[in-house]
């Protein structure tokens, strides 16, 4: 499937197949046709990947706004996960949920961006709740499987820091919680609210 967008840049991104998946990704997310989105591959310490607004004249209009996701090619990182070398169904729920946080950016003005970065930064509860939300919004686009898919890779894979690890487990939605979204989901097109434990 070749789906075009004009909004999409990429940024060091070599690969033709990390290209096209993006492409196929946003292509289901029609809130974001409109929207500049950049791929960038670019060296991060402390994350695989991440999506956020980029700041610019465009920042201060919500309706103008241009958002990236970005993705590491720091070697502490890529020595455990390669991008490009993981199986399909694993990018693209990673990049489904990176999306999910573009969605949820969206209507934030201004001042609720900065205090969506504040909080995120500084409180762990405020960041869990951003990722499960972020988990929700790519199951409601259909990416259900793919975002499960990518987490038990990611608990699976031997190499993997522990921290890493623990970190997933304690930010994100469990395996049980995603699979009673994609149930729902499936049955009724409709996403029940996320439940904080």
Not at 8 to 13: G, T
Request: charged content about 25%; overall charge positive; hydrophobic content about 40%.
């Amino acid at each position: 499937m070749t789906v075009s967008n004009s909004n999409i840049l990429f940024q060091n991104v070599q690969s033709p197949q990390l290209r096209e998946w993006f492409t196929e990704i946003l292509a289901e997310y029609p809130e974001l046709q409109d929207r500049p989105i950049y791929l960038r591959k670019t060296s991060m310490k402390r994350s695989t990947m991440r999506a956020q607004p980029i700041i610019n004249g465009a920042f201060l209009r919500r309706a103008k706004r241009h958002y990236r996701v970005d993705f590491s090619n720091h070697l502490d990182v890529t020595q455990h996960v390669v991008i490009q070398d993981l199986p399909k169904e694993v990018v693209v729920g990673w990049f489904a949920h990176e999306l999910g946080h573009i969605v949820d950016y969206l209507n934030r003005p201004v001042l609720g961006m900065i205090s969506f970065g504040l909080g995120y930064a500084l409180w762990s509860r405020y960041m869990r709740k951003a990722e499960r939300v972020a988990d929700t919004l790519a199951v409601a686009h259909g990416f259900g499987a793919e975002v499960r898919a990518t987490k038990q890779y990611l608990l699976e894979h031997a190499t993997l820091p522990p921290h890493y690890k623990k970190r997933l487990k304690r930010y994100y939605l469990s395996a049980d919680e995603l699979e009673g979204m994609i149930l729902t989901w499936e049955r009724e097109r409709e996403m029940p609210e996320v439940v904080e434990l």
